[in-house]
């Protein structure tokens, strides 16, 4: 059967038909293929969700996966990215190899093997040039699938101790990077800190563990600009890096947070002097959670009425290594109002934890909520 | 399933046997309707099962045929063999009337059948089964390495691609110089 001699109506709707891994092989084939594919391109990527590199620090390994309707994103805990989902291993090449297949993508010439014990294309680079491959199959993706969809970039086992470990953050188009940095050794030194975040580029979720008490980042760093912050930080106190966030959400979970600086970052938010963008903050605190229900009285919350109802904020976080999950349900008869907008945030104290959830709703809009 | 008989389109057809009709048939007599392919085999079909082919139902639309004269002016789809024009006409006996399924597990598995019925099925412009039929296409290559698609789908190489695509712009060019030596041989 030769494919080109159907009419292109007829190519194009085979096209349609295909799975998004059988197309992706497709794309190798030839530079015409992956032509008539592009041509179909807003009909194939319709049902894609997102596609996630998965990047294992530990060996170099990244696996890719294709995130489509058939399998949304679900609830907490529930793993978003199964096997079935995988569309390409990118792995460090094992010099012993020899039963590899080289492809042109985008005028480099990139190692691939097929295995029968995965239904997948198992890239390979070697050290020197791992950054280059990752773009050149990157663009490829970008080709195939198009830009319209969401890619992000997620990083595995960050957590294992390793002093000096810097992540890997390839020069991606079009790609959100989610990262997760120990602060211990290295990076416990605020300058390092800092470096590598002006010398990358912007975040979309910065996963933080702190060992090390650390001296404050600079106001303008590029930390903060990241759109989702969670610091982990158990044994020691909450460092200040919550004071210049200018994200959506910020999580922490610390052993004890100064009273004053939870007061100063309401006051901030209700003045409109920072935290603009902010849709929700949660600061959990191991000791003295104690003071945090007073805090709700200095910061001036206004009341609804207890015998009604109020409405429960809930958004969608990514706190948890870019995978989508909702935050905690904030139901609460507190609220603040913001003084530049009339903005209202919910605020709670909970189990040690003090919750914010600002709503696109002006204090008018808000109350008629509550039932 | 229709009657076909070897012959000419002038032939007289023989009765069809027809997809079972449903209880409540309806009262106006259905109207029919003959094709025949390159083996001049011809079918008869009914208007309803022909609804299936946004070609045929567009040629048949305001006709007005009586049955004798639609016996006498069988459609010819000289660019159809005989065999995959029957398959054509059953798959839309078939399915005359009904919702089509999401999947056919009928169509045939010989790779040059189901390219042909591809191509008929295009022409007719039958929706339905043309998604069918590229499903089955596409499976042909689900799962395969990309030198196993190649292969399955003959998919030339680049080189082939670009070498193919020289020799054709320099036919092109050959043919245009043609063209422009005689339109100057006949100004003259």
């Known amino acids: ?371 | 399933m229709s009657s076909t008989e070897q012959g000419t389109s002038s032939a007289a057809p023989a009765e069809p046997t027809t997809a079972p009709e449903s209880a409540a048939a309806p009262e106006v007599p259905e109207s029919f309707y003959y094709v025949h392919g390159k083996d001049k085999v011809v079918h008869k079909v009914s208007a309803g099962a022909l609804q299936h082919s946004a070609l045929i139902h567009g040629m048949i639309s305001n006709l007005g045929y009586t049955e004798e004269q639609a016996k006498a002016n069988p459609f010819p789809f000289e660019n159809i063999d005989g065999d995959i024009l029957q398959m054509v006409v059953d798959w839309c006996n078939q399915h005359k009337g009904k919702p089509t399924p999401p999947e056919d597990t009928n169509l045939p598995k010989q790779k040059e059948k189901l390219f042909d019925l591809v191509l008929a099925v295009n022409y007719l412009e039958i929706k339905e089964l043309l998604t069918y039929c590229c499903k089955q296409v596409a499976m042909m290559v689900k799962g395969k390495s990309p030198e196993e698609i190649r292969e399955i789908w003959m998919i030339p190489t680049d080189a082939e691609d670009e070498a193919a695509e020289k020799e054709a712009k320099k036919r092109a060019g050959k043919e245009a110089a043609g063209e422009t030596a005689a339109a100057a041989g006949d100004a003259k």
């Open chain 1, 1 to 371: 059967m030769i494919l080109s001699k159907y009419p292109f109506v007829v190519q194009k709707e085979i096209i349609n038909t295909m799975n998004h891994l059988d197309l992706l092989l497709l794309s190798f084939v030839s530079k015409n293929m992956k032509k008539l594919i592009m041509s179909s391109q807003r009909k194939t990527s319709k049902s894609i969700e997102s596609i996630d590199y998965q990047y294992r620090r530990t060996d170099g390994t990244c696996l890719v996966y294709l995130l489509d309707e058939i399998n949304p994103l679900e609830e907490y805990y529930k793993p978003s990215r199964t096997i079935g989902n995988i569309i390409m291993r990118i792995v460090k090449r094992d010099e012993d190899e020899n039963n590899n297949v080289q492809f042109n993508v985008l005028g480099k010439m990139i190692d691939f093997r097929f295995d029968s014990e995965y239904k997948y294309p198992i890239a390979s680079y070697r050290e020197w040039d791992k950054e280059s491959v990752f773009q050149s199959i990157h663009n490829h993706f970008l080709d195939v699938f198009g830009n319209s969809i969401e890619y992000h970039w997620v990083e595995q086992f960050w957590r294992y101790d390793e002093d000096f470990f810097v992540p890997f953050i390839p020069k991606l188009r079009n790609v959100s990077f989610n990262i997760g940095m120990n602060l211990d050794g290295h990076f416990s030194d605020v300058r390092n800190f800092e470096n590598f975040f002006s010398s990358s580029p912007v975040m979309k979720t910065i996963t933080l563990e702190v060992k090390k008490k650390m001296k404050p980042l600079s106001p303008g760093s590029k930390f903060y600009q990241a759109e989702y912050v969670y610091i982990d930080t158990p044994r020691i106190n909450g460092p200040n890096f919550v004071r210049h966030f200018r994200g959506r959400q910020i999580g922490l979970n610390c052993n004890e947070y100064r009273r004053s600086k939870l007061t100063d970052i309401v006051t901030r938010w209700k003045s409109g002097e920072a935290f603009q963008n902010l849709e929700y903050a949660q600061i959990i605190t191991r000791h003295s959670p104690q003071y945090l229900l007073p805090v709700l009285d200095e910061i001036g919350a206004k009341f609804i009425d207890a015998n009604r109802q109020p409405p429960t904020h809930a958004v969608y976080s990514l706190f948890s290594w870019g995978n989508k999950n909702r935050t905690w349900p904030l139901t609460s008869h507190r609220y603040i109002v913001r003084e530049t907008d009339n903005r209202v945030a919910s605020v709670n104290v909970r189990l040690g934890t003090f919750l914010i959830g600002v709503w696109d709703k002006t204090e008018e809009e808000f109350l008629r909520m509550v039932e």
